[in-house]
């Protein structure tokens, strides 16, 4: 079984480039060198140094004792949040900021739907002194205002969305057409798994990271890898080093919002169609006639209507296993963690926190659950939870 990305760009029947003529140079420029700068030793040194001395990795795998005791089975916590930037996007816009050096591009563009995406994209342009413009709908400016105040702090330009649904879709949006009106000088720093190709293959190699480091730290094999699934990045980073090994069941969690049978979710495996969105052919939430259907949930990061197309070769071949997890759920799986273990999670990550309650592990073995990012955040979000 193949579980990489082919030569034309696909995993299985997902994937590919549907993107306008204008924007064809571009992608072709990356396709044709993005491999032959990512492996070359030049590259691998300074991206590792930095791994190492700017992000702080490796990242920790933490036995949370209170949590395993409670659930009467092994877990452990893979600190994607004590990174520099306080989440895992930072390993991949660290890897394309020196990629785009490579190719020349002074200008940097990036979407963001919690924020956490465009800090870590600010973060690495203000390293390398590149320009830096990240779109973000206007709700998520609202409700990650921290991290909007962060970007400015850092020197990028913050421009607000006010179409469609004012959320990451329509960041999206507005980001791929700034591409398009500046083909020559800028790149575009896509944060997660989808995208046309190769950005699904570029990201996923970059946060490979993270379960190269998981087989370093855990004695044997994981018997459970959990990861939240907006686009799919962290999940796919967790996964990257364990899809051939069928010891390892991988489960992802989406986001279901108020519940998968409302109109007020973003569980796409749950409930999506194949078909394009933002050049990529891939599982989403749509309607009979093919038209998007406006996502929900209380993550600002999980608020897409897609999913990387890996992922949905994954749920096709059943190498991955596909739940989701309420709004409430993740709400009060973060505050779980935060009064178990000392440690508040992003919302993002509270949803796979969430899934432990659905689980049946036996007592001797391991689940690993990718902590994605951490919540400071979402802070208000929780906070008024709490109050209700």
């Not at 072709?28 to 070359?40: A, D, G, V």
């Not at 293959?201 to 959990?226: C, L, N």
């Not at 409430?328 to 273990?341: F, T, V």
Request: neutral net charge; charged residues 20%.
């Amino acid at each position: 079984m193949n579980y990489n990305v082919n030569q034309e760009g696909y995993y299985g029947v997902y994937g590919g480039a549907y993107i306008p003529e204008l924007l064809h140079p571009n992608v072709e420029e990356l396709r044709l060198n993005y491999l032959k700068i990512i492996q070359s030793t030049a590259f691998q040194d300074e991206f590792k140094n930095l791994l190492r001395d700017y992000v702080g990795r490796p990242t920790p795998l933490f036995f949370a004792k209170r949590l395993s005791e409670k659930y009467g089975f092994q877990i452990y916590l893979k600190r994607e949040d004590l990174n520099h930037t306080g989440a895992h996007k930072i390993n991949n816009t660290l890897g394309q900021i020196l990629l785009a050096e490579k190719l020349g591009k002074k200008r940097i563009i990036a979407e963001t739907g919690a924020g956490q995406h465009g800090v870590a994209t600010a973060t690495v342009c203000a390293l390398k002194g590149l320009e830096c413009i990240v779109y973000m709908g206007a709700k998520d400016i609202k409700r990650q205002a921290p991290n909007v105040e962060r970007m400015k702090m850092l020197g990028a330009k913050v421009i607000p969305v006010h179409s469609g649904s004012k959320t990451l879709k329509d960041a999206t949006n507005e980001a791929i057409r700034d591409w398009i009106n500046h083909p020559e000088d800028t790149h575009y720093i896509i944060g997660s798994v989808v995208g046309p190709h190769p950005y699904p293959d570029m990201v996923a190699i970059f946060q490979s990271v993270i379960s190269e480091e998981i087989k370093k730290q855990i004695v044997g094999d994981p018997d459970y890898i959990v990861a939240c699934v907006g686009g799919g990045s962290n999940a796919m980073g967790a996964f990257y080093h364990y899809l051939e090994n069928k010891n390892v069941s991988l489960i992802g969690v989406e986001a279901a919002g108020e519940g998968v049978t409302t109109n007020k979710t973003a569980a796409t495996i749950a409930l999506g169609q194949p078909g394009v969105l933002h050049a990529s052919y891939s599982y989403l939430i749509q309607d009979e006639y093919g038209q998007i259907i406006e996502p929900h949930s209380i993550s600002a990061g999980l608020d897409y209507p897609g999913i990387g197309p890996a992922h949905s070769h994954y749920n096709d071949i059943k190498r991955v296993i596909y739940d989701s997890s309420t709004d409430k759920e993740a709400l009060e799986a973060g505050i779980e963690l935060s009064k178990l273990e000392g440690i508040i999670p992003a919302l993002e990550s509270a949803h796979a926190l969430a899934y432990l309650k659905k689980m049946n592990a036996k007592p001797h073995e391991k689940v690993i659950i990718n902590l994605s990012g951490r919540g400071d955040k979402d802070l208000n979000t929780y906070i008024q939870y709490i109050k209700k």
